[in-house]
């Protein structure tokens, strides 16, 4: 969270692999969010479609970029960055250019690799898409999941395999807005009803900085990306096998994701539309089986080289979440999350959620009188008009507050919600958007608005970056030794295998690298 601005709501991805996340690019702490969003989605159980490589089962594809998409893309394309905290840069965004124009240019879209624009997004959200005209975009943090060229090839292959396979606008009638974190409850999901301007709000508001207009694609036309995914694979001289690999990644990230934090918050997006991750990982290794390519390049070493030092996770510029507290070292603030709610970093919000609510925090223009505050927040987000009423003050660990609450009415029901503002002097304010039970109010999340608190100087400092370090394994080294060297307290182990796509029974050898978070 660095800035308030305006909800973005222009034509977004054809396809979202993600997980997501300052309130700056949207970060999704602990979720993948491909499936819900039509990407990487890990897909569920059907029976395996024919080869697309060894036996050509056909399938439609575009066979150029037209000035429309290009033109439209170029508009998308600073929005998008906007919104996921902004282009990475350094030696890992130049090589990740690289492999991303030499695997598109196998799509036929174009053959010239300068007509596709590849950006390496400074996201700790697991997440990659393509939008039509030419643009591909990856995170770094799921970049750091991965262990070779070839796994990375296969993620920006899929992403164009669905741009050329026009799955976005096959789709296009069934739009519709998903969070990336997956955590908005369904009244947000476009069930809002009536005439009343908190029904606006709440569908325009609580979203602000963490929706995008995303598709959800169906399970054939994920299995047509992924099978496009590894024919690009195969005629760019790479392992057609490593799509394979890096889904199995995607689903015990996914997997250790869900158990650090204790299931709380919604499930993971690719699991509401693709149940079945072994699914969709067995059936990419068949495919790449039956392509008849007999190539094992890999380039593990020069992704290794590649991904030394990257970001990893939360940037601290743009807070961080750890466990159930979020605390932001440039603004000097932090709170506390309930128990049993999930959190996520945005682009303009750090939204809670859990079966009691959905909380959203972020920040608005302060003239100094929190009243005016909350009904310029209720003005915005509802259309114009704020609905009349008083607001009630209070001091927060010594931070002049108030709030106000409204009723709204959805589908299934009404619905109270909440604007929980702060103080922080000089002319700056931050605030809660909280949506709970009608009649319950702030209830849920009473512990959370208590908690808000200013950051000490020497707090703010402690709070640093955690960076992806490659190592080579010396004699001795044990995936329990190394796992020691991560900078974590919870799950070191499990998070050392996972970015590594190892096992527990995994011996390592002398002079293997291998990643580790420091």
Excluded at 21 to 41: H, M, Q
Excluded at 124 to 144: D, E, S
Excluded at 447 to 452: E, G, I, P
Aim: a positive charge.
């Amino acid at each position: 969270m660095n800035r308030f601005h305006e909800q973005v709501t222009a034509p977004y991805p054809s396809a979202i692999m993600g997980s997501g996340k300052g309130l700056s690019a949207v970060k999704k702490r602990y979720f993948w969010t491909c499936a819900a969003t039509g990407t990487l989605a890990l897909a569920g159980a059907m029976a395996a479609a024919p080869s697309v490589i060894g036996q050509q089962r056909a399938i439609r594809t575009v066979s150029s970029i037209n000035p429309q998409e290009k033109e439209a893309g170029a508009k998308q394309h600073p929005q998008l960055l906007e919104e996921f905290g902004g282009a990475y840069a350094g030696p890992q965004a130049k090589y990740v250019e690289g492999v991303g124009r030499r695997i598109a240019v196998q799509s036929g879209l174009s053959n010239a690799q300068g007509d596709f624009t590849v950006t390496l997004l400074n996201s700790p959200v697991n997440n990659a898409f393509a939008i039509p005209g030419g643009y591909v975009y990856v995170t770094r943090q799921l970049m750091a999941l991965m262990n070779d060229e070839a796994e990375l090839a296969g993620v920006l292959g899929h992403e164009i395999g669905h741009v050329a396979a026009q799955h976005g606008q096959r789709r296009q009638k069934t739009a519709q807005r998903n969070a990336v974190g997956g955590a908005l409850l369904q009244v947000l999901t476009g069930a809002l009803l009536g005439d009343s301007a908190i029904g606006g709000l709440l569908q325009k508001g609580i979203g602000t900085g963490s929706q995008l207009l995303t598709l959800k694609f169906s399970r054939s036309q994920e299995y047509e990306a992924d099978d496009l995914g590894i024919r690009y694979l195969a005629s760019g001289g790479y392992d057609p096998r490593a799509l394979s690999d890096m889904l199995a990644s995607l689903a015990a990230q996914s997997s250790l994701d869900s158990r650090v934090m204790g299931n709380a918050g919604a499930m993971p997006e690719w699991a509401s539309t693709h149940p079945d991750p072994a699914s969709r990982v067995g059936r990419a290794a068949r495919e790449a089986q039956r392509s008849g390519s007999t190539s094992t390049v890999r380039n593990r070493d020069a992704f290794l080289n590649a991904v030394d030092g990257v970001l990893y996770g939360d940037d601290p510029k743009q807070g961080v979440i750890e466990g159930s507290r979020f605390r932001h070292p440039d603004m000097r603030l932090a709170f506390t999350a309930p128990s049993g709610f999930g959190m996520e970093n945005g682009a303009t919000a750090v939204t809670v959620a859990g079966s009691g609510g959905q909380a959203q925090f972020s920040a608005a223009p302060y003239s100094g009188n929190l009243a005016a505050y909350i009904d310029s927040v209720l003005a915005r987000l509802g259309g114009g008009k704020a609905p009349e009423g008083d607001v009630s003050r209070t001091t927060v660990n010594g931070l002049p507050a108030a709030w106000r609450t409204v009723r709204a009415n959805t589908q299934s029901g009404q619905v109270d919600a909440t604007v929980f503002a702060y103080d922080f002097g000089g002319g700056k304010a931050y605030h809660f958007l909280l949506l709970t039970g009608a009649g319950q109010g702030v209830g849920p999340f009473a512990s959370m608005v208590q908690s808000v608190q200013r950051l000490s100087a020497q707090d703010a400092a402690a709070i640093r970056p955690r960076r992806v370090e490659v190592v080579t394994v010396k004699a001795g080294d044990t995936v329990q030794s190394l796992a020691k060297r991560m900078a974590y307290s919870d799950s070191p182990l499990e998070r050392f295998l996972t970015i590594n796509a190892l096992t527990a029974q995994s011996v390592l050898r002398p002079g293997q690298r291998v990643k580790i978070i420091v």
